[in-house]
C-alpha cells in the first residue's frame, strides 16, 4: 500500500501525517505523489506511523512509477 492510499483511507490530512512523523507538510505532499523519496530515518517514521503498512518497497515502486512518465 503507497503513502497516499493509507492516508486516504485513514482520512488523514498531509499536516497531521506530518505532525505524526516530525516533518514538513510540503515533504508529505511530495512523498504522496512519489516526487521525492523520504530518508530512511524519515522511511522508519512512516512505516511505524502506519503500523508497518506502508514499506520502503511500496514508496519505492511509487517513486520509480513517477519518474518512468517523467523521463524522457
Known sequence: MNLNEWM???KLTD????????VTRSAITHYRAGRR????YTMFDIE???K???KWEDMR???MDVR???SV
Open 48 to 50: 511505524t506511523a502506519t
Open 15 to 22: 499536516e497531521k501525517m506530518a505532525q505524526r512523523i516530525g
Open 37 to 40: 523519496m523520504p530518508s530512511p
Open 68 to 70: 518512468k512518465n517523467i
Open 8 to 10: 486516504e483511507r485513514e
Open 52 to 54: 508497518g503498512e506502508v
Open 61 to 63: 515502486r511509487r517513486w
